[in-house]
């Protein structure tokens, strides 16, 4: 019965955290054929001219065609996952030192229609 009990009650435990809001990085992507993917799975891309890990440069046009990964209120960051403000205001999420994005053209789960592109643009792989 003792084994039960806490058995139990770290199953109680897990369900607390997982029903208290906090949302984590590996919640917004997965790994896809060696490419990081959003929750919808669609493929991520990384922007070459995106110098600096704090700052993201795709922005106005840019950011309509290459829409960035947004990371809510309530997200939190996590060991390679961070999260930036983007000149807009919003929050995006950072994987690595790399602003994450996916792209307008990609329609379905698993394109790639954005891959080197202007040979700035690349699928992010973990």
């Known amino acids: 019965m003792a084994k039960f009990s806490a058995a139990f009650t770290g199953l109680l435990a897990a369900a607390a955290l997982a029903s208290s809001g906090m949302a984590f990085a590996h919640h917004q992507a997965d790994t896809k054929d060696g490419v990081l993917v959003d929750k919808k799975g ?8 995106d110098t600096s890990a704090g700052k993201s440069v795709c922005n106005d046009d840019c950011a309509k065609n290459w829409p ?28 690595k030192g790399k602003a994450l994005y996916t792209f307008i053209k990609d329609k379905a789960p698993g394109d790639k229609t954005g891959d080197g592109l202007k040979d700035v643009w690349h699928v992010a792989k973990p």
């Open 42 to 49: 669609m493929t991520l891309y990384t922007y070459d001219k």
């Open 68 to 95: 960035p990964m947004t990371a809510a209120t309530d997200d939190k960051a996590e060991g390679d996952w961070t999260i930036i403000k983007r000149d807009d205001g919003a929050s995006q999420w950072v994987y």
